[in-house]
């Protein structure tokens, strides 16, 4: 069965530390990967995606993520935390379809 | 618990005709309900935001005559895709929010729309 884990249901990191939310996915062939971020109270928002080339992919509001075939993880990153960070974020794999996270909630602390 | 379906799960229709797409939370209210469409290997893109009894909030660029959005109850929210033409072809998905709940989105299975 495919599946995707974001094994933290929440990540707590203090302004200006940096961040990570964790992703490993089980899915067959090469997907493409996406992250998405949903602010309180809105639908989700497109933050970036791997495809192929770099492993490491820059996306919107200064995160990015890192692509490890071996590891199967597509861990989001941001080198200094905001405030304004704080939401739920979604990884998603996908093939012909996005297979969904539980997603991870992140709180930014001052 | 928290299951959301999509009616139905695929259409084929012709140029010039309309289809509605019907999302439904089946074990909890949704006050609010979002419709999203995706374009095959691509991300998501969030069409509207709608909230039931009130009317839907669409997303910069997403034409609201085309893509009626009717959240006529706490289960049911309903996308009409009228006048459809075969740019309009593409996956469309509804997430919808728990009353009341934590603000986790459930997402249905989507509905594949094929203009021909």
């Known amino acids: 069965a495919q599946s995707v884990a974001q094994p933290e249901d929440q990540v707590n990191v203090a302004e200006g530390n940096p961040l990570t939310v964790k992703c490993t996915y089980s899915?067959?062939?090469?997907?493409?990967l996406f992250w998405y971020v949903q602010y309180p109270n809105r639908g989700l928002q497109f933050l970036l995606k791997y495809i192929t080339g770099d492993n490491l992919v820059k996306g919107s509001y200064g995160f990015e993520a890192e692509f490890n075939k071996s590891q199967t993880s597509f861990h989001l990153k941001k080198p200094s935390a905001l405030l304004s960070d704080s939401a739920l974020y979604f990884c998603a794999p996908n093939l012909d379809q996005l297979i969904w996270g539980a997603g991870t909630k992140l709180i930014i602390k001052p | 618990g928290a299951v959301v379906s999509q009616h139905p799960s695929r259409v084929i229709c012709k140029s010039g005709t309309s289809v509605k797409i019907e999302c439904r939370s089946l074990d909890f209210q949704a006050t609010t309900m979002f419709w999203y469409r995706q374009f095959p290997k691509q991300s998501l893109m969030l069409m509207a935001t709608s909230n039931e009894g009130s009317k839907a909030t669409y997303e910069q660029g997403v034409e609201k005559d085309k893509f009626l959005i009717n959240h006529a109850s706490l289960t049911l929210s309903t996308l009409t895709v009228t006048s459809a033409h075969p740019e309009d072809s593409s996956f469309y998905i509804c997430s919808a929010k728990r009353a009341g709940g934590p603000d986790t989105q459930y997402f249905g299975p989507g509905t594949r729309l094929t203009v021909l």
């Open positions: 899915v067959s062939g090469n997907p493409y």
